[in-house]
């Protein structure tokens, strides 16, 4: 097992890095998939001319495979739009564009939930509707859609796994160089999947439990 | 009493589509009265309700709210405009609905339904709006469920805090449709009290009701609709004891025992 | 802008390799129908596994669909393919090899049994228990009932989420290009490697991924709402 340490262990500041690396990448595609899938959302549902448009992205963005979507970001938006100018702009584009579609429709079902008569009571109080959608809206669809957001976040990390297809640093790319470099695949690769898997477990448990909690803390009230 | 009508219906028309409920209704509500309208489903009672503040929005005909038009407004060459939402939702404020269903806010406490308008809306300091929070809730008799959320409260103590959410915003009227229709009878009793209790102190209500007795005892007038007109009104003892149409002989016949 | 406006639309380049781009995907729909049946079988033997009445039988169930459902396909792929055959040959004292076609039946074919046991679970408990107490006091043996009275509602029942996941498994058949699986976004490398023309290529691919998923997935949705309104109310 002298392998496992001059391979894995020694190893453990290129795989930290990499490891650093990727849960940037996922933090920040999270938070403009949340931010998107909201923008879409409200687009669809409320700007009518725009409409079409909208619906239209949300079914290309959840449609497409992600690696499809990370090459075609990556190779044919610089020509297209001159931007992202780096493969990691690209690969944070893509998995957040990705998830943004499937958000737009949690999102939209959420708030096609809301009984009407909740928004009637507002504005029979003489709320303005954008104080309606900001105070009485929005928190009970970010509260109910809440299992689905977090469940788009595993998502986001187990996609970005291909981001080291576009060259960017991140864990699997750390290991996949330290398997080209030293030809003996076994350890790192297991390691690095037992990583992602254990990563991935844990990040969805704590976010169950933290969806859960938030939503049994309003009582049985938030579906 | 005040001369001028707090609210005052003029002919008003609404049409779904091909389907006409309001024929042309037109009556006066003054303040401090209250008036209950009753009629069978889909005579248009719960449609006028929500069209006097503006959830419906009528077809033909106006409405004042204290000689103010809530419909039009006058511009300065003299023609009449439809009122913009924001100077509808000023109205709005004067005016409070209780609903069927409650709509109450699930993701916020008792007191946090009843002080939100009042914060947001009317710009009042949060210590201001808890403290006439409390005292609205103190009304209704449930100021020791203020911090719990609505989930757990009963139907007729729900529909309590949708009066006291009402009664925060301070209106001149109250508005209430079918307060109590959506309530296992055992709840009804606590919510038609506390209706009692704001009549006794000269608010002025109109009321649609099933509950023949809340309007009997309580009303200054009744208003009988059939088809989207007013078949009959007047004060309970004569709609009730000398009514003159046959509809309402036999409607009163079916609910009174 | 309009240059590049131009180069999207010129689909001819596209169309040029039309056979090749085609058997492409070609390989895709057998990569997935493979692996579909794979993850199937080992979903609904892990389904069971956790309604077995033995824990431990109930706990590999359960080990199976936590370690599967959390693992990324990507990596998954790259391990069946690089460690695995290292670790069969050591067992078998030879080399051993997995073609890549292999690799990835086997890999995504066990990933995504990981969806479909919990998505068989939730079908499974779903049944009223009064069914089951009924098939048993009739005198049927275990084996029938779960023929006759689980699978068939627990199909019916999770047939809308199945497709969901269905079309996620052939989504991700597209990763088999980066073990060198002949499938069409491989041969899309390959001719932009050659052209030196990304912007078309890449769009027509993306465009036709959108266009099938689309067309496959509303179609089958409407195929299965239909199957299914005849017997639930």
């Not at chain 1, 398997?179 to 976010?207: C, D, K, R, W």
């Not at chain 3, 459902?69 to 391990?79: E, L, T």
């Not at chain 3, 009932?145 to 068939?152: H, N, S």
């Amino acid at each position: 097992m002298n392998n496992w340490h001059r391979l894995v262990w020694n190893q453990r500041d290129a795989l930290f890095a990499g490891l650093q690396v990727t849960v940037e990448v996922c933090f920040i595609s999270f938070a403009f998939a949340v931010l998107g899938g909201l923008v879409l959302c409200l687009v669809r549902m409320y700007v009518r001319p725009l409409r079409p448009v909208a619906t239209v992205l949300i079914e290309f963005f959840r449609a497409t495979p992600i690696l499809v979507q990370l090459l075609w970001v990556n190779y044919a938006w610089p020509e297209l739009f001159g931007w992202p100018t780096t493969f990691y702009q690209a690969a944070c584009t893509a998995l957040a564009l990705q998830s943004s579609g499937y958000l737009a429709e949690t999102f939209r079902g959420g708030i096609e939930a809301i009984p009407r008569g909740q928004r009637e009571a507002a504005f029979s109080v003489g709320m303005s509707p954008l104080l309606v959608f900001w105070r009485i809206i929005l928190p009970q669809v970010l509260l109910s859609s809440a299992p689905a957001i977090v469940n788009q976040f595993t998502v986001i990390v187990k996609s970005s796994t291909l981001v080291s297809v576009i060259t960017v640093q991140d864990l699997m790319f750390q290991s996949q160089k330290i398997v080209n470099i030293a030809y003996e695949p076994i350890e790192i690769l297991t390691a690095t999947a037992a990583m992602y898997i254990a990563f991935i477990y844990v990040v969805s448990m704590a976010g169950k439990l933290l969806a859960d909690r938030l939503r049994r803390s309003y009582g049985i009230a938030v579906r | 009493m005040n001369d001028l009508p707090m609210i005052r219906v003029v002919d008003v028309h609404k049409r779904f589509g091909t389907l006409e409920v309001l024929k042309g209704v037109s009556f006066d509500v003054h303040r401090g009265s209250v008036v209950s309208m009753i009629g069978a489903s889909g005579s248009g009672k719960s449609t006028l309700l929500r069209c006097i503040n503006h959830l419906e929005v009528p077809s033909a005909g106006d409405i004042f709210i204290e000689g103010e038009s809530l419909c039009f407004r006058g511009a300065a060459d003299g023609a009449r405009k439809p009122r913009s939402l924001a100077e509808i939702n000023r109205i709005r404020r004067d005016l409070g609905i209780v609903f069927q269903q409650f709509n109450l806010w699930p993701h916020m406490t008792v007191l946090g339904n009843v002080t939100e308008a009042p914060q947001r809306v009317r710009g009042m300091s949060r210590k201001d709006a808890i403290a006439l929070g409390e005292a609205c809730l103190a009304r209704v008799h449930l100021r020791d469920k203020a911090h719990e959320y609505p989930a757990r409260l009963s139907g007729g103590q729900q529909q309590r805090v949708a009066i006291a959410r009402a009664l925060a915003m301070q209106p001149k009227v109250m508005l209430f449709d079918e307060p109590t229709s959506s309530l296992d009878p055992e709840l009804t009793d606590e919510v038609l009290a506390v209706m009692r209790e704001l009549a006794d102190d000269g608010t002025t209500m109109i009321v649609v009701t099933h509950e023949m007795g809340f309007a009997k005892d309580v009303s200054d007038q009744v208003m009988f609709l059939h088809n989207g007109l007013i078949e009959e009104e007047g004060p309970p003892a004569q709609v009730f004891g000398a009514p003159r149409s046959e509809r309402l002989r036999q409607f009163i016949s079916k609910y009174v025992q | 802008m309009s240059d590049s406006l131009r180069e999207i639309l010129d689909l001819q380049l596209f169309w040029e390799f039309r056979t090749v781009l085609l058997r492409g995907l070609a390989v895709n729909f057998y990569v997935f129908a493979a692996a579909a049946v794979l993850a199937l079988i080992l979903g609904l033997g892990a389904a069971l596994l956790r309604n077995s009445r033995f824990s431990p039988l109930r706990w590999l169930g359960a080990l199976h669909v936590e370690v599967f459902r959390n693992a990324p396909d990507y990596v998954m792929v790259v391990w069946v393919h690089f460690v695995l055959p290292l670790l069969i040959g050591a067992v078998l004292h030879s080399r051993f090899e997995f073609d890549p076609f292999v690799s990835a039946m086997i890999a995504l074919g066990f990933v995504y049994s990981g969806y479909f046991a919990e998505t068989f679970r939730a079908g499974i408990e779903a049944i009223p228990a009064g069914h089951l107490e009924a098939a048993r006091s009739l005198g049927m043996g275990e084996g029938l009932i779960l023929r006759r009275i689980i699978l068939p509602q627990v199909v019916r029942s999770m047939l809308p989420e199945s497709i969901n996941q269905f079309i996620s498994l052939f989504k991700a058949t597209t990763i088999v290009s980066l073990i060198a699986v002949p499938d069409l976004m491989y041969q899309v490398s390959m001719i932009t490697q050659q052209q030196m023309r990304p912007l078309p290529l890449y769009t027509g691919a993306a465009i036709t991924y959108f266009v099938i998923v689309l067309v496959a997935g509303s179609s089958l949705r409407v195929l299965a709402d239909r199957w299914r309104a005849k017997i639930l109310a």
